[in-house]
């Protein structure tokens, strides 16, 4: 028995994607368990390089079965994009499966995705998955499997179309015809009811088999809607716990918990995130590290490496291992620092407080030497300069958990494995 989830310690963009398709090359079966196509997952491997929304990072290996969860929701007119993508770049996603539960994004969630002047402000990536997890969470939502049910898809519609036209009219949106959704939707089953499924039973034997299985996280700890900076966060919970209800998997069968973290922090998207750097640091880091958001492009917010939030997702998430993204990043730094505690008011903390999305820590540093070499070809930790395995030594110790992982460049061959 091996399940193994990967989650992202962060804000999100951690490297999760790369993570995942490194270990793909020993699973058995691949499953996203929560969000949609704000994700935004890139892999770089010998066929190319690929920003994955909704397929898991596992589609690379034409062995590997790729799930996307009951906690997930589809946008099945981007799905079908991005599978066409795929396919047309020689990618096989003959493996790739929709569970019968995942909700459905439909037009409506897009065009009321940051409508209005909160939902601007909150930053969202405007593909729909707040209104998406609402609507499910009120009983309104449309579910994957209902696809395959003409009739009652109809009905479905029907009953949930006068309460958001008053929603769109609101937003000073136009009204939604039926007759035009479920056109949509007929070709939307068309083409993917082959690949829905109710994927429990599934799951299940490959749990009781001893196969080995890999939960995608998307986002980070920090986004998550329960512990992360509400309302700057996501509509689903990114963490070890969501994995196992997003997935089916029940928590006594997780056997590793790997937090991806990069070497230093970054942020998309609006709300607190104590450790930006708004000097020539900050745009240091985000030209080396071409922080610019995998969905959105937006320029992604950088600063240094915030071990406060590490340690809340290594509690969350029961983390056993880490994974340090984006070491090489570092290399041409004279100075680094690491953010080991806040201070609020006269006090120091080392533990996130629930007051950060107020706005009023103030990081703590410790300063680092630079090592001023390139690790980008390092492949064993003994390859790696004395100072960044001193800086890496560093932050496995406030994190009170080993390093398993350290990548040192984007390319599936650039990771050293402990
Ligand atoms: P995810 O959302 O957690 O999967 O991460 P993203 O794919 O959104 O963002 C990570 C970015 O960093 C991607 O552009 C990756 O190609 C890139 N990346 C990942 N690992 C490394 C690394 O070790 N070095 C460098 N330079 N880039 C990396
Ligand atoms: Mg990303």
New binding site residues.
Partial sequence: MSVTVVV?AHW???????VIDYLASKADLVIRFQGGNN????V?NDLGTFRLHLVPSGIFYPKVRCLLGAGTVIDPAYLLQEIANLEKAGVSTSNLWLDRRAHVVWSYHRLLDGAGEHGAKLGTTRRGIGPVYSDKHAYRGIRIGDLVHPKLLSQRLEDVLPLKNHEMAYYGLPPLELGKLLNEAEEWRQKLSGRIIDSLPIVRRAVESGQNILLEGQLGVMRDIDWGIYPYSTASSPTAGGACNGSGIPPRFIREVIG?TKAYSTSVGGGPFPTELSDSNGDKLRQL??EYG?TTRRPRRCGWFDAVALRYAVWLNGLSALAV?????LDSFDKILLCTAYRVGDQLITDMPDTIAQGKVEPVYEEWQGWKTSTREARTWNALPNGAQAYLRRIQELAGVPIRYV????HRE?MICL
Avoid at 12 to 18: F, I, Q, T
Avoid at 39 to 42: I, Q
Avoid at 407 to 410: E, H, I, N, R
């Fill in positions: 992202g999100g963009d951690e490297g999760k994607g790369r994700a935004g997952h890139t770089v991806v590290g071409e995998a993204t984006k070491l090489d990043v990548s040192v460049g984007a650039q």
